[in-house]
């Protein structure tokens, strides 16, 4: 996935950007940047899971590194994983089934540790009925 930070500096030097990824990884400084100028850097996860990416900024190679910007909250999900249990199987038949009859909001109220995404399974940006056969496809494997 491609992530951007942006911001500037009032002395109008480079800007220089390392990402961390929230897994014990992180990238090398990418940059320079001019002001204002957005920083674009991808990772990729080996496991499912909640993710918090921050960034931190310099000014010129030698510049002394910012704080940590706040972070930006990710999940990597399982497609067909509508429980939230981390796997694709039969248990996902009656949260699929409340995404698509209940919406966004009441799905959450029923399954607050899944996610309601997950149930787009033919990858429309949408949760419908359209949905159906490639999540029967998914559980038939």
Do not use: H
């Amino acid at each position: 996935m491609q992530y951007q930070y942006t911001t500037s500096s009032n002395a109008g030097d480079d800007l220089f950007f390392k990402f961390f990824w929230g897994d014990n990884t992180e990238s090398e400084w990418i940059g320079p940047y001019g002001n204002g100028e957005p920083a674009s850097a991808s990772n990729s996860w080996e496991a499912l899971g909640n993710y918090q990416i921050t960034a931190i900024v310099k000014i010129g190679e030698g510049g002394i590194p910012s704080s940590p910007s706040a972070p930006l909250a990710v999940r990597m999900y399982k497609l067909g994983d509508v429980n939230g249990d981390d796997l694709t199987n039969f248990g996902d038949i009656n949260a699929f089934v409340f995404a698509l009859t209940s919406g966004e909001a009441g799905y959450y109220i029923q399954y607050p540790s899944g996610f309601y995404y997950t149930a787009d399974c033919n990858i429309d940006g949408l949760v419908n009925f359209g949905d159906i056969n490639p999540f029967v496809a998914l559980l038939s494997g």
